[in-house]
């Protein structure tokens, strides 16, 4: 393999780990949202920035997110909270493959996940102090005010701890107080006051999960923050300048040769094991 060869595999083979590495899109933002690798480390976002996983996100006082991932699910994070991207893996030619493991610390989400059934819900892992939560085509909400509080909108939900599995439906409402204890459905009546209005708040807006195979985050802003294709891995406009210039240093190398080579590439979506 010739010097501009090995050069160009190179650089492909960084962007493509990088583009696994990279899962969701900032795609709404209000108020004080911030991340970084820990919450004491956390920067402010902007609107159209991916995370990557492995980042933290972090809500103040009146201050709300939603994150588009490259799967087409959404998550948003309403005040006062703290999440982690702590494992995610998509893999869009092989379902199989594909890990979504998040963690609520504190506050209140909602995750929109309906098109996930269609390819691996037991991918998917929501985890809380007290339990796991686990879907199946779902749209659900989750407070902690210690214990943890659940509403199911669409789909169905699970929750495992060490005292066993619940199972939940549309329109149910549900608490799980230690990590020992049983969930247990609930009136929602007897929702905390905090916990109802929390709900009410993140349920009032309009969240749609999008086909991955779009590849797009909708309302993400143009530039090197805009996914233009998840089935290729999550590449981002900025990451197609870098191989562009990864491009040119190539055929600048290959310049130097007596004899041009030609190569042919192909690419992949991320993958990683389950």
Known sequence: MTTALRLFALVFGFLFSIAAMASAVVETVSGSVRSGASAASASPVTTGQRLDSGTTIVTGPNSRVILRFDDGQAMLLNDDTEFRI???????????????????????????????????PNAYALRVPQATIGIRGTDFMVALVNPAFMAITIGEISAVNAAGTASFAAGATATVATATTLAVSIAATALPAAVAASFNQMGSIAISATGAASGSAAGAGSGAGTAVGAAAGGITLGTVGIIGAAVAAAVAVTSDNSTPQQTTTGTTGSTGTR
Do not use: I, M
């Open 86 to 120: 702590s494992d995610y893996v998509f893999s869009a030619q092989e379902p199989a493959k594909d890990r979504f493991v998040f963690d609520l610390l504190r506050g209140a989400a909602r995750s929109v996940t309906a098109l996930l059934t269609r390819r691996n």
